[in-house]
């Protein structure tokens, strides 16, 4: 069976720091891992994903995340924070049994201060 | 290109009640998934559609249920609400393919007193 983790509810940085939101997970067999970010009052809104190839991605708003198959993690990161990019990350994995519906890690808040 | 749509955007329900959500997937897209969002939960995958056809469920009690018309448009009913069925409801829309990425749609919150 597949999960993710976030190990961290609340990730805080300074506006213009590079930052970084933490995903663990664990799949049988080649994981599918997803980014999204939830502004408030507004659905998922997607970032990156990783399939196969190169294992640092790069997507939308300058976000990028390093596939890391020997620490099973996808952190996300950014090289300098905007205030706008303050919102709710979910990390999320295929289901590795052949859907294709995702599970999600429980989210990190991310707040970028001015 | 118009996102995923979903109708109605808030609702207030009573206990006992019954509800349908609807959503309009990215044009060309042929799967729509459903997923709820709670606060203690998280998000959760109830279930998906392809061609009309259920192909995967989650956990959910019988009491949710969906359908898929010819146009890829979807409906979800809650029958019977309960007040932890409080929450956002999310749809998903994807093209055909193992490696296609789910684009959501800003969901449903749906309120039930």
């Known amino acids: 069976a597949q999960s993710v983790a976030q190990p961290e509810d609340q990730v805080n940085v300074a506006e213009g720091n590079p930052l970084t939101v933490k995903c663990t997970y664990s799949?049988?067999?080649?994981?599918?891992l997803f980014w999204y970010v939830q502004y408030p009052n507004r659905g998922l809104q997607f970032l990156l994903k990783?399939?196969?190839?190169?294992?640092l991605v790069k997507g939308s708003y300058g976000f990028e995340a390093e596939f890391n198959k020997s620490q099973t993690s996808f952190h996300l990161k950014k090289p300098s924070a905007l205030v706008s990019d303050s919102a709710l990350y979910f990390c999320?994995?295929?289901?590795?049994?052949?859907?294709?519906?995702?599970?999600f890690g429980t989210g990190t808040r991310l707040t970028v201060i001015p | 290109k118009a996102g995923v749509t979903q109708t109605p955007r808030y609702l207030i329900k009573t206990r006992g009640q019954q509800v349908t959500l609807s959503c309009s997937p990215i044009?060309?897209?042929?799967?729509v998934s459903w997923y709820q969002q709670t606060p203690g939960q998280g998000l959760q995958f109830l279930f998906e559609?392809?061609?009309?056809?259920?192909?995967n469920k989650g956990n959910f009690p019988g009491r949710f249920s969906g359908r898929q018309f010819s146009n890829s448009r979807s409906e979800m009913n809650v029958s019977t609400l309960e007040l932890g069925d409080s929450a956002l409801y999310l749809c998903?829309?994807?093209?055909?393919?193992?490696?296609?990425?789910?684009?959501f749609g800003p969901g449903t919150r749906l309120l039930v007193l």
């Open positions: 044009s060309g897209h042929r799967s």
């Open positions: 999320a994995v295929r289901d590795d049994g052949g859907a294709n519906n995702l599970f």
């Open positions: 998903a829309s994807r093209r055909a393919g193992v490696q296609e990425t789910q684009y």
């Open positions: 559609y392809f061609s009309e056809t259920q192909r």
């Open positions: 799949v049988s067999g080649n994981p599918y």
């Open positions: 990783y399939i196969t190839g190169d294992n």
